[in-house]
């Protein structure tokens, strides 16, 4: 859950490990910006998703529109501002909860301190990666120009 991204994110690892095929995205050419530092990210295009919080006894459900990218990433997916107005959900980011009301009572989703934690630690370990390799020289090359 990112509060302050105006896209909800889906990475394309996550569309192929659901069996969507990449057929069902619709072509989009608009480019965004704050992923890769200095530089506009094109994504492969949008699909729209249904998507569901909650379970058999109180859930909400509404269809989302994702902005497929090819990053690598430690999550599946990042809902941003567009899924907390569609869900009207609130984020707490001390808490690593989200809240929306259902149709009996409150839904609350969240995750462990221990789940974040290794989720971070990830992407620590991927940036190191990157460091290390000759793709830093490559954006280095390019950020410079």
């Given at each position: 859950m990112d509060g302050g991204s105006g896209l909800n994110i889906m990475y394309a690892?996550?569309?192929?490990?659901?069996?969507?095929?990449?057929?069902?995205?619709?072509?989009?050419?608009?480019?965004?910006?704050?992923?890769v530092p200095r530089k506009q990210a094109v994504p492969l295009g949008q699909i729209d998703l249904p998507i569901t919080f909650g379970d058999p006894t109180n859930y909400k459900m509404e269809t989302l529109s994702f902005e497929v990218v090819r990053f690598h990433e430690t999550?599946?997916?990042?809902l941003g501002r567009p899924c907390?107005?569609?869900?009207?959900?609130?984020?707490?980011?001390?808490?690593l909860k989200l809240k929306m009301l259902g149709p009996?009572?409150?839904?609350?989703?969240?995750?462990?301190?221990?789940?974040?934690?290794?989720?971070?630690?990830?992407?620590?370990?991927?940036?190191?990666?990157i460091i290390t390799s000759k793709e830093l020289a490559t954006i280095r090359k390019e950020v410079t120009e």
């Amino acid at each position: 859950m990112d509060g302050g991204s105006g896209l909800n994110i889906m990475y394309a690892e996550m569309l192929d490990a659901m069996g969507i095929d990449r057929s069902c995205i619709r072509p989009t050419r608009a480019p965004f910006h704050g992923i890769v530092p200095r530089k506009q990210a094109v994504p492969l295009g949008q699909i729209d998703l249904p998507i569901t919080f909650g379970d058999p006894t109180n859930y909400k459900m509404e269809t989302l529109s994702f902005e497929v990218v090819r990053f690598h990433e430690t999550n599946h997916a990042i809902l941003g501002r567009p899924c907390y107005v569609k869900f009207m959900a609130i984020h707490n980011y001390t808490y690593l909860k989200l809240k929306m009301l259902g149709p009996c009572g409150v839904i609350t989703i969240g995750t462990s301190f221990q789940c974040a934690y290794e989720g971070e630690v990830e992407c620590y370990e991927h940036a190191v990666a990157i460091i290390t390799s000759k793709e830093l020289a490559t954006i280095r090359k390019e950020v410079t120009e």
